[in-house]
């Protein structure tokens, strides 16, 4: 028998939780399918963007993240037991009224995919594990997909966040045009450490036989350790490799390896689909976007990716035209090849030092056809409104609703689960309309009704 869904979503990593949230709690019917028996270890992608930070106060777990997240501590490089350098990878700033959450913070990814788990538990999802998609074909009315569990499910669209080996991309045909450093790998492992202080992130290097990394990481016991490997060289991926690598490269005694939790080795590879979408099959997150995990944005852009799409599908589903559809590659796959540029600039430049560009804030819109007046990201901060009460913007958006900032005391819209209306007096006062989307970018900011209904018509 064939099981039926509107969206299906194929990976359970960061971007498809994030979207599986999103659908959920617009009550979209959705499936989401990992192959995986079980979740992912790793501490992987452990840097949060002050963006991501921002989105994840939007779905309502923030406070989870944070209770576990840490700073970045100060960074120590040495050469044996000489300290020959120390300093802070992140500029130290605190929280502003337009940015609440103004530093990276270090979360390993497995945590950070638990907490979103849990949320879509929360709102009645889960992910089916053990379950393979291993083929689909579509039609004008939707994708009919075979999963390894011998099930075939009917869906209205499929969105392959099935990460950077992506099957769907291959299947589709999609170009993932870039390059593969096939000598830049390095090992990444979690392990546990010995008669080490947890108040630095550690680097030793050794002239000669090249550097390692110890990442105290955040909320756990553990570190992530980070090695690059020459070219040629087969690294021992075992607890005996891992504490021979270790003893190598830090030349330090009384400080040991004594667990290995987590291993992998990672290729640096450069790379971007020449399409986000291909009739209802989108891809999102590492499908569709590979690079160094230098300045950390891959799991930020996976989530961001999701969070866009994830109103967007929902507002199709809900009657809106198609091709606001059109509008997910047109605003994010830009924005994935100036991260590129930037991931690929830090990673050759070997700088551990972070700033502005990679906190994710000033990525925008602008210029795109969902943006008429807007495009930038809204920032938090305190809002008089015209009946004297008080607001803090951040708490006005946040659910999967539309927000409109209007004088007009009845504003032509419906003021309803899809829209929030509310009469601003400071700022956003005057005779302007500023309707922010449900991911927090300004859509349109207009001082015509009409091109206002219009602009909700679209959407
Ligand atoms: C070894 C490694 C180390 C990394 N280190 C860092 C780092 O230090 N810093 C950093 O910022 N980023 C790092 N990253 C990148 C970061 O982890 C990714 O950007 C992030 O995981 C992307 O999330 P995603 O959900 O798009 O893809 P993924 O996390 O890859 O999730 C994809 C999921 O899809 C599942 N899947 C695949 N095919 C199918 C199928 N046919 N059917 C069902 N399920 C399927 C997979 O099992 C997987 O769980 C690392 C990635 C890897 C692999």
Redesign the pocket.
């Known amino acids: 028998m064939t099981e039926k869904t509107d969206v299906l979503i ?7 939780l994030t979207l599986a949230v999103e659908l959920a709690r617009r009550g979209i019917d959705h499936r989401i ?4 028996p079980e979740p ?1 270890l ?1 501490s ?4 949060l963007q002050p963006r991501t930070l921002e989105i994840f106060d939007d779905l309502e777990v923030i406070g989870r993240v944070l209770a576990s997240a840490t700073v970045y501590p100060p960074l120590r490089v040495r050469i044996g037991p000489v300290p020959v350098y120390q300093g802070r990878m992140h500029k130290p700033a605190t929280a502003t009224d337009a940015v609440p959450y103004p530093m990276v913070m270090m979360h390993p ?1 497995w945590r950070t995919e638990a907490v979103l788990r849990e949320r879509l538990a929360e709102l009645g999802g889960k992910v089916e594990h053990d ?3 291993t083929g689909f074909e579509q039609d004008a009315r939707g994708v009919t997909a075979r999963l390894g569990t011998g099930a075939t499910l009917r869906a209205g669209y499929l969105v392959a ?7 769907v991309r291959k299947a589709l045909g999609i170009g993932f045009t870039g390059q593969t450093r096939e000598e830049e790998r390095m090992v ?1 492992g979690d392990v546990r450490v010995e008669g080490l202080g947890r108040d630095h992130i550690h680097v030793w290097v050794r002239p000669g036989k090249g550097m390692v990394v110890l990442y105290p990481m955040a909320g756990t016991d553990a570190f992530q350790l980070l090695a690059p490997i020459k070219a040629g060289v087969r690294p021992d991926l075992t607890l005996p490799g891992y504490q021979q690598l270790f003893a190598e490269r830090s030349m330090l005694r009384g400080v040991r390896i004594t667990e290995l939790l987590w291993s ?1 080795l ?1 290729r640096v590879n450069i790379r971007l689909a020449d399409r986000y979408r291909a009739g209802r099959v989108f891809l ?4 569709v976007h590979a690079h160094s ?1 230098a300045g ?4 930020n852009t ?1 989530v961001q990716d999701a969070y866009n799409l994830g109103w967007k599908l929902a507002r199709v589903l809900g009657g809106a035209p198609q091709s606001l559809l059109d509008t997910y590659e047109e605003e994010r796959r830009p924005l994935a090849a100036r991260m590129l540029g930037l991931s690929t600039y830090l990673h050759d430049k070997k700088t551990y030092k972070r700033d502005e560009e990679t906190y994710q804030l000033q990525l925008s819109y602008r210029g795109g056809s969902l943006a008429q007046g807007g495009g930038d990201r809204v920032p938090d901060g305190p809002l008089l409104l015209a009946d004297g009460s008080r607001a803090r913007m951040f708490d006005l958006l946040r659910g999967p609703h539309f927000t409109l900032l209007s004088p007009d005391p009845a504003p032509r819209v419906p003021n309803g689960p899809q829209v929030r209306a509310h009469a601003p007096a400071e700022p956003y006062g005057g005779a302007r309309h500023t309707l922010i989307r449900p991911d927090g970018y300004v859509g349109i900011s207009t001082d015509s009704s009409d091109e206002l209904a219009g602009y909700l018509a679209m959407v």
């Open positions: 194929v990976g359970g990593g960061p971007t498809g399918v990992e192959r995986a992912a790793g992987k992608g452990k840097g990814q379950a393979e998609l966040a099935d990460g950077g080996k992506s099957t990444l992998s990672y999102a997150g590492d499908a995990p950390g944005q891959g799991l996976g």
